[in-house]
């Protein structure tokens, strides 16, 4: 691949340190007053801190060295954790009600491990467990031992099946009409993860880690037999409710390989599905289109989230060639509409190479997740 896709990252990191860093120390109006900066998504979105957004602006944020940034936004989210008894979605107050995919565990490895400050994750330990619990606990469990999306308050704005929309990420996708009924892959394979890693983490903090985290750990993992689909060998959501397995396929669907939670059979197995959602822009989130018209969340498009995950998970069972065809087409589009527009965008057109959706529906200038997924993943497959 010719382009120097390094290059761009010193003028992302510009960007962000101009245009994305804020401080909101009292409440406001539409604020939770926060007790550090922290780094918003960019053009377009409100200018507040993001739960699930924020996993992979701080992926870029260490990258570039904003260490502090990152730590910030970290004790944000741990702040707005002591505050309500869960991260919310944002310190919006619109967006309080519900939760997003639980990453907080990550954010507060990724930070660790930059800083090796043993005494500042002792601090923060206790509220990742908390949140731990949050996710493992009513509304959020179900009659099969698996976990699902369900906000823990309704704010009467939305209806409840789309507040778990939201709270999945997957607000208004072909994926899920009502998250409730639904043991989610993604969230799961997580949730599984998270276990070990609170418990690793509590051994790099203290020396010794609860051992019913590794039970729960491997029990989840056991359970997520649920969503496996033996004869198409991949991972979908498991509809608890119907008693049958969802038919949409997704790059969810591959979270069991960010994850490492599957043996190195499987990991093949699940592999030669990818074809299915090889694009000229490195990927689709969904391996066909839809008929859910004006969706951010349908083929042909694809976020930077899902890409991130994908191909990580690909490089973590040394399926190389894949890895790099999906990571580097993704970058490789990013820095051509980049040069076009001048920005990089909340999602892409993975067929056209563009920010255009299909239907007509607007796109919105993001530096936020696009740039930080952009930056470790020009590391993470060494092309700098």
Same mark, same amino acid.
């Given at each position: 691949?010719?382009q120097?896709?390094?290059?761009?990252?010193?003028?992302?990191?510009?960007?962000?340190r101009?245009?994305?860093?804020r401080?909101?120390?009292?409440d406001?109006?539409?604020?939770?007053?926060l007790?550090?900066?922290?780094?918003?998504?960019?053009k377009?979105?409100p200018?507040?801190?993001?739960?699930?957004?924020?996993?992979f602006?701080?992926?870029?944020?260490?990258r570039m060295?904003?260490v502090?940034?990152?730590?910030?936004?970290?004790?944000?989210?741990?702040f =707005? %954790?002591? @505050?309500?008894?869960?991260?919310p979605?944002?310190n919006h107050?619109s967006?309080?009600?519900h939760? *997003?995919?639980?990453f907080?565990?990550?954010?507060?490895?990724d930070?660790y491990?930059?800083t090796?400050?043993k005494?500042?994750l002792r601090?923060?330990l206790?509220?990742?467990?908390?949140?731990?619990?949050?996710?493992?606990?009513?509304?959020?469990t179900?009659?099969?031992?698996?976990y699902r999306?369900?906000?823990?308050k309704?704010?009467?704005?939305w209806?409840?099946?789309k507040?778990a929309?939201?709270?999945?990420g997957w607000?208004?996708?072909?994926?899920?009409?009502?998250p409730?009924?639904?043991?989610?892959?993604d969230?799961?394979?997580?949730?599984?993860?998270n276990?070990?890693?609170?418990?690793?983490?509590?051994?790099?903090?203290?020396?010794h880690?609860?051992?019913? =985290? %590794?039970? @729960?750990s491997?029990?989840l993992?056991?359970?997520?037999e649920?969503?496996w689909?033996?004869?198409? *060998?991949?991972y979908?959501?498991?509809?608890?409710?119907?008693?049958?397995?969802?038919?949409?396929?997704t790059?969810?669907s591959?979270m069991?390989?960010?994850?490492e939670m599957?043996?190195?059979?499987?990991a093949k197995?699940?592999h030669?599905?990818?074809?299915?959602?090889?694009?000229p822009?490195?990927?689709?989130?969904?391996?066909?289109?839809?008929?859910h018209?004006g969706?951010?969340?349908?083929h042909p498009?694809i976020?930077?989230?899902?890409?991130?995950?994908?191909?990580?998970?690909?490089?973590?069972y040394d399926?190389?060639e894949d890895a790099a065809?999906?990571?580097?087409n993704?970058?490789?589009m990013?820095q051509?509409?980049?040069?076009?527009?001048?920005?990089?965008?909340a999602?892409?057109?993975?067929?056209?190479?563009?920010?255009?959706?299909p239907?007509?529906v607007?796109?919105?200038?993001?530096?936020?997740?696009?740039?930080?997924v952009y930056?470790?993943?020009?590391?993470c497959?060494?092309l700098?």
């Amino acid at each position: 691949m010719s382009q120097n896709f390094h290059s761009l990252i010193p003028e992302l990191k510009k960007r962000i340190r101009e245009e994305c860093m804020r401080e909101t120390l009292h409440d406001t109006d539409e604020l939770i007053g926060l007790p550090n900066p922290y780094i918003i998504p960019g053009k377009g979105k409100p200018e507040a801190l993001f739960y699930w957004d924020t996993y992979f602006i701080n992926l870029g944020l260490l990258r570039m060295r904003m260490v502090d940034s990152a730590r910030h936004n970290v004790e944000n989210l741990v702040f =707005l %954790l002591r @505050k309500l008894g869960y991260v919310p979605a944002s310190n919006h107050r619109s967006m309080l009600s519900h939760s *997003q995919p639980p990453f907080l565990p990550w954010m507060v490895r990724d930070v660790y491990r930059a800083t090796g400050d043993k005494e500042w994750l002792r601090r923060v330990l206790p509220e990742v467990v908390h949140e731990f619990r949050f996710w493992t606990s009513k509304p959020h469990t179900t009659p099969t031992g698996l976990y699902r999306y369900h906000p823990g308050k309704e704010d009467g704005a939305w209806p409840p099946e789309k507040m778990a929309q939201a709270e999945s990420g997957w607000l208004d996708s072909p994926r899920f009409a009502d998250p409730r009924n639904i043991n989610a892959v993604d969230l799961n394979a997580l949730l599984s993860r998270n276990a070990k890693m609170i418990y690793d983490l509590q051994i790099e903090a203290d020396g010794h880690g609860d051992e019913q =985290l %590794l039970q @729960k750990s491997a029990h989840l993992k056991k359970l997520m037999e649920l969503c496996w689909d033996e004869e198409g *060998q991949r991972y979908l959501d498991n509809d608890f409710s119907r008693k049958t397995r969802s038919t949409i396929h997704t790059l969810a669907s591959f979270m069991p390989l960010f994850v490492e939670m599957v043996a190195e059979e499987r990991a093949k197995a699940m592999h030669d599905h990818l074809k299915a959602f090889t694009a000229p822009g490195g990927c689709f989130l969904m391996d066909k289109k839809h008929p859910h018209k004006g969706s951010l969340w349908n083929h042909p498009l694809i976020q930077a989230p899902y890409v991130y995950t994908t191909v990580k998970g690909l490089c973590d069972y040394d399926l190389m060639e894949d890895a790099a065809d999906i990571g580097t087409n993704w970058l490789s589009m990013v820095q051509d509409v980049y040069e076009k527009t001048g920005e990089t965008w909340a999602w892409y057109n993975a067929q056209e190479r563009s920010p255009v959706h299909p239907d007509g529906v607007t796109n919105t200038p993001v530096l936020g997740w696009t740039a930080g997924v952009y930056t470790e993943l020009v590391e993470c497959l060494g092309l700098d």
